[in-house]
């Protein structure tokens, strides 16, 4: 194995009143596929694996076994314990490189409040991990890192072990030949909430119109039934195939794979400066250049997109007022154009307050008027009355944060849970005074429609 750089270290820690060693070592090694590692881990980490990869793909992580998680069913309160304990875990450990970070990787629930059973029980409210094997490639350079987390003083022998597992991981990951993955087979499909959903339309435009609400974001599921059951790399090698333009990520717990491929960041912070995306109104791509300008140029002068958009502008920008100075904020939308669909884009960035963290950001942030409407506590309040189902990490906060409070958070939309030999597909849109169902129901269709090819679907129009 080519081996260029080498760190270890350990540290003491307190993590909920217990006192644990932390083991870490870092080295960079000749660059492998992500994804063949991510694979690597399939007999023995099932069920305990995550990967990311940024919209620039200058980042890429995987990890593979849980060193340490961070879960929690605290409501509100959920953020501040997950930071607590994480600042608690990495107080001692070594700042100022990147590549020896420790990174926690997870995500937050949509809303707490929803108890609706489903594909979603038991699922914690936060959920995050420090993996055992934690791969980073950042600019074409791929660094491995094994984390241990013991109450023994003398982990030595234990973390020996850990190193041959890590080179027999590498290994598998750089020599055996890179599996390509076909496409799950789909013997049927249905949608659980059709009927319910269409019938929220009009229930939420008629509380619209009484002025008890602005714009609430009312979503849906397409659940599908496969042949046999799926494996998380085979799904997860479609959407990167097929979405590199788009944050792409996979978190596991159980026997559960939430997966997406998302334009929308919510909060990134690096070296002190948050950045965040106003991302809101849609309309499809067209079938040749022109009439994909056409689409776009509609999109941009479309008063009811742009209204949508600027709720989004405005409770993001009031946010980083509260949080950063310096703030750069464009005047008026730009097109962000993925695959299957058109978005109004707005990015907005400044440099974090002294006190100002990402966790604090992703709380204040969450959700967006994009993600459920405004005012926020109305609008809440008409999801969890006439939205059917439980959305679980849908249009949640999905990312990761290291030992020094730089990450990334993505909200995560056209997204799917995966459950053996079923998935279920998520989308929604905002519903305004003039929302008409049909026109809402097939917009779903248009954001079903990445993951749904990922999964060996499509849909007729």
Excluded at 124 to 132: G, I, K, M, R, S
Excluded at 230 to 242: D, G, K, M, R
Excluded at 277 to 289: D, F, H, L, P, Q
Aim: charged share 25%; hydrophobic share 35%; aromatic share 10%.
């Amino acid at each position: 194995m080519q081996q260029k750089w080498y760190q270890a270290t350990e540290v003491e820690v307190d993590s909920l009143g217990q006192s644990l060693h932390f083991y870490m070592e870092t080295m960079e090694v000749s660059h492998l596929s992500a994804l063949a590692f991510y694979a690597a881990g399939e007999e023995c980490y099932k069920g305990e694996r995550f990967y990311w990869q940024n919209r620039e793909k200058t980042m890429t992580l995987v990890g593979l076994g849980h060193a340490h998680t961070i879960q929690n069913n605290k409501k509100n309160d959920r953020f501040d314990a997950v930071e607590a304990e994480w600042k608690s875990l990495t107080k001692n450990c070594l700042k100022g490189q990147s590549e020896l970070q420790p990174i926690l990787f997870g995500g937050f629930t949509f809303d707490p409040q929803n108890n609706v059973a489903g594909e979603w029980t038991g699922f914690p409210e936060a959920y995050f991990a420090l993996a055992t094997f934690q791969l980073v490639i950042r600019d074409d350079k791929a660094y491995v890192s094994i984390h241990l987390l013991t109450q023994d003083r003398h982990g030595e022998t234990q973390f020996e072990a850990l190193r041959k597992e890590r080179d027999h991981l590498v290994h598998a990951a750089q020599v055996k030949e890179v599996k390509t993955y076909s496409k799950p087979e789909i013997s049927s499909y249905f949608e659980p909430y059709k009927d319910p959903y269409l019938a929220s339309i009009d229930q939420v435009t008629a509380l619209i119109k009484q002025k008890k609400a602005d714009k609430v974001v009312i979503a849906r599921s397409l659940a599908l039934q496969f042949k046999e059951e799926v494996t998380a790399p085979q799904v997860l090698s479609q959407i990167i195939h097929e979405q590199p333009e788009s944050y792409l990520f996979g978190l596991e717990h159980e026997n559960l794979l939430f997966f997406g491929a998302s334009p929308e960041r919510l909060v990134k912070v690096e070296d002190g400066r948050a950045f965040s995306s106003c991302v809101a109104g849609s309309i499809k791509r067209g079938k040749t250049a022109e009439e994909d300008e056409a689409y776009g140029q509609s999109l941009l002068q479309d008063p009811k997109n742009g209204g949508e958009h600027q709720y989004v502008v405005d409770m993001i920008a009031d946010t980083f007022r509260k949080n950063c100075v310096d703030i750069t904020l464009p005047e008026s939308p730009r097109l962000l154009k993925i695959r299957d669909i058109q978005h109004l884009y707005t990015p907005v960035e400044g440099q974090l307050n002294k006190d100002a963290t990402i966790l604090q950001l992703t709380k204040t942030l969450h959700p967006t008027p994009a993600l459920g409407g405004v005012p926020r506590m109305e609008a809440l309040a008409a999801i969890r009355k006439y939205e059917p189902m439980n959305r679980g990490l849908y249009a949640a906060p999905i990312g990761w944060l290291d030992a020094e409070g730089n990450g990334e958070f993505a909200v995560a939309i056209r997204s799917a849970a995966l459950l053996h030999d079923k998935a279920y597909l998520y989308a929604g849109g905002g519903i305004v005074a003039d929302s008409e169902p049909q026109s809402e129901y097939d917009e779903t269709l248009v954001k079903f429609r990445p993951m749904l090819r990922a999964l060996g679907g499509q849909l007729h129009e």
